[in-house]
């Protein structure tokens, strides 16, 4: 509008320029007059800072969060703004590359990318694998709102919604500043409202309803359902938080596989089992923090929340996937607790379902090598875990009866008598199982080349 009155008005006299700087004075009157203020451009002459870490993007025009269409991870995927469902498509790892920010997508790994590197104002916003150029470089610019707005290094354009839409499924573009809210952007971290460990979890509609692994089954597909609270290990379940990814795993304490939604259904009334660990987002979920102190379980591949099917806590109803709708029926209560795993064992693996802890040539021997061998049986893949008073355990060789003990240089070896070096701690891990750590150098027993 300015402009337009400015290029009418161009005049070197005394007249003329008079005459301009009253029209433009009555121009910007009657512009104040019909929209109360001016948008404020984002202009800064520092940027903001962020963590790393992992966030959810909300445009400020109608709390839609900023999304891959339809959760695609291949090149060129769009990007829109869409209603949040803590999906995967809506979750965005953050992380400060020099002077400026990659946006990447944190369950693939794929960036925020200007398409094509363009640098003309509507260019398109697209979901591309990383590569480190201009296109893929961010800065963020505080607004006097609170809110942010996102800048492209590659242009100097601003993350916009295309139209200043507020419908689901509007595109996202670069543009020029203009300060409204379709460049306002809410950045919220992912918080991690319950601590890794094992828990017992219990349904909002009867505390004495505990989430149960069907015959304590070490069987993929075996289901998890509705039980009454009986004690036993087939009702503890370790939860792991992933910082990279803002969500968690929930698997077995006894079994070691994970919760999991058959075939990656994105069904409601999809029942739940349970699964060898495979990190897809059928096996990734959110728990959100409820304002009467319950925790919600919202599936990272479909939004749904985990249901008692028809509100039913008879004994072995099996657990299902349903829109959410924050009924006691979605509604679990985690209580911290630990099971003695004192017993014999073999040590398996996550990266390979046929591979075991042995001792090589079944020694007895203080050097003995340890290594990974398909199982068989014998008493040099068998470990005896004693726990101690502080909650570690000791590893026991069946075949040797000597004890798993590190070393120097972060060396394994077998030893008569166990001391602090021979304590191991058990914590739950992302691939399922258990990492088992050290307690007294605080690493961990790891295979050479993974």
Not at 107 to 131: P, R, W
Not at 397 to 417: D, M, Q, V
């Amino acid at each position: 509008m300015f402009k337009r009155l400015g290029d009418l008005m161009v005049g070197t006299d005394t007249f003329r320029t008079c005459f301009r700087k009253r029209l433009r004075g009555i121009a910007l009157f009657l512009f104040f007059i019909a929209l109360g203020a001016m948008p404020t451009q984002a202009k800064a002459k520092s940027y903001a800072e962020l963590d790393d870490g992992v966030y959810t993007i909300t445009n400020d025009i109608a709390d839609k969060s900023l999304d891959v269409a339809g959760g695609n991870c291949i090149n060129g995927s769009n990007v829109q703004v869409y209603e949040g469902n803590y999906t995967y498509a809506q979750a965005w790892r953050i992380s400060k590359k020099g002077s400026s920010y990659a946006i990447q997508n944190s369950i693939t790994g794929m960036a925020l990318d200007v398409a094509g590197g363009s640098k003309t104002a509507g260019a398109n916003a697209q979901l591309y694998d990383s590569n480190n150029t201009q296109a893929q470089r961010w800065k963020f610019v505080q607004n006097a709102d609170g809110s942010y707005s996102i800048r492209s290094d590659c242009n100097g354009l601003f993350l916009d919604v295309a139209g200043g839409s507020s419908k689901n499924g509007a595109n996202v573009c670069l543009y020029r500043s203009n300060g409204t809210k379709a460049q306002k952007w809410d950045i919220r971290r992912v918080d991690q409202p319950v601590e890794n460990g094992g828990y017992r979890i219990s349904s909002a509609l009867s505390s004495k309803k505990v989430i149960d692994l069907w015959g304590g089954s070490l069987d993929n597909g075996a289901p998890v359902q509705i039980y009454e609270d009986n004690g036993s290990s087939a009702q503890v379940w370790n939860v792991a938080f992933d910082q990279n990814t803002g969500y968690y795993s929930i698997f077995s304490a006894s079994s070691g596989r994970s919760f999991d939604i058959p075939g990656g259904s994105k069904s409601s009334g999809v029942r739940i089992q349970q699964y060898s660990s495979n990190r897809t987002p059928a096996q990734q979920w959110r728990l959100l923090k409820t304002s009467d102190g319950c925790i919600e379980v919202v599936s990272a591949l479909t939004g749904k929340a985990l249901d008692v099917p028809g509100a039913s806590v008879s004994n072995g109803n099996q657990l299902q996937m349903y829109r959410a709708n924050h009924t006691g029926a979605q509604k679990w209560t985690f209580s911290a607790t630990s099971i003695d795993l004192s017993g014999s064992f073999q040590l398996k693996t996550t990266v390979d379902e046929y591979g075991v802890l042995d001792v090589s040539g079944g020694s007895k021997d203080s050097g003995a090598a340890s290594q990974l061998w398909s199982t068989n049986l014998s008493l040099a893949q068998k470990w005896v875990l004693e726990r101690q008073d502080d909650g570690s355990y000791t590893f026991k060789n069946a075949n040797s009866g000597l004890y798993l003990t590190e070393i120097a240089n972060s060396g394994i070896e077998y030893r008569k008598e166990p001391s602090g070096r021979s304590c191991w701690i058990l914590n739950a891990s992302l691939n399922g199982g258990y990492c088992i750590k050290n307690k007294q150098s605080g690493r961990c027993i790891d295979l050479s080349g993974g």
